[in-house]
């Protein structure tokens, strides 16, 4: 089944204790992503990666680190949590030709479950 | 200035009923592509439509469709017959792709409640 897997799912925290939340995909996608989900801002991107050893900033990547060390895997890490960054983090996934526009059967972007975290 | 604006925080609709979510968005590019997906309560994204900015018709997923109007840049959410289970957060989000940041831009988000 393809599918974005995240761990954990629900994550309790205290401020300064560095995390690691992992995210892995099955579908041979070259572009991965981290997103936050706050209330009443929709998601906002953090990281993207076009592929392996390629990483970039998103629109708040202020606290985050990322690493593309395998195509399938793409780690969020929090170095120092802060309870700002509680939040509801989600992974996605994309093959190239997706986000080209080039039509495809599924022409989106494919989303884990979701991490809640909690920064205390 | 936002790029994906959803005006609606909050609907609702009678059960059987179609509704319409609406979406504007806001971008110099020629190229790039809208999308809208379902978060349940359950709290994963599930994506329902796509419509490609060069697309000439409007995109339609069962009873999902999108009125597509590039004049007006709004890219408004229909479902027919609405259903219980279409109870949900519903975001809009838009694909920015000729600057090759292959980023999605969501909207606030619209939730719509189906009354039996």
């Known amino acids: 089944e393809a599918q974005v897997t995240q761990n954990p799912r629900y994550l309790i925290t205290v401020t300064g204790k560095k995390l690691t939340v992992t995210c892995s995909q099955n579908?041979?996608?070259?572009?991965m992503s981290w997103y936050r989900q706050d209330p009443g801002l929709g998601l906002r991107q953090i990281y993207y990666?076009?592929?392996?050893?390629?990483?970039d900033k998103g629109d708040v990547p202020e606290g985050y680190k990322v690493s593309r060390k395998e195509k399938r895997n793409f780690p969020l890490i929090l170095e120092s949590p802060s309870p700002n960054q509680t939040s509801l983090y989600f992974c996605?996934?994309?093959?190239?030709?997706?986000?080209?526009?080039?039509?495809?059967?599924?022409?989106?972007?494919?989303f884990g479950p979701g991490t809640r975290l909690t920064v205390l | 200035a936002q790029k994906i604006t959803q005006t609606q925080p909050g609907m609702f609709v009678q059960e059987k009923e179609a509704v319409t979510l609406d979406c504007t968005y806001d971008?110099?590019?020629?190229?790039?592509?809208l999308f809208w997906y379902k978060q349940p309560s359950s709290g994963e994204m599930i994506f329902l439509i796509y419509?490609?900015?060069?697309?000439?018709q409007n995109a339609t997923e069962g009873r999902y469709s999108l009125n597509f109007q590039k004049a007006r840049k709004s890219a408004n959410l229909v479902i027919s017959a609405s259903q219980l289970g279409d109870s949900a957060m519903y975001f809009c989000?838009?694909?920015?792709?000729?600057?090759?940041?292959?980023?999605?831009?969501f909207g606030s988000g619209t939730r719509l409640l189906v009354r039996p």
């Open positions: 989000a838009m694909r920015e792709g000729e600057d090759s940041s292959y980023k999605l831009i």
């Open positions: 996605a996934s994309s093959s190239w030709e997706a986000l080209a526009g080039i039509p495809a059967p599924h022409n989106e972007q494919f």
């Open positions: 579908m041979n996608h070259e572009y």
């Open positions: 990666s076009m592929n392996v050893e390629v990483t």
């Open positions: 971008t110099s590019d020629q190229s790039y592509g």
């Open positions: 419509q490609g900015s060069y697309d000439e």
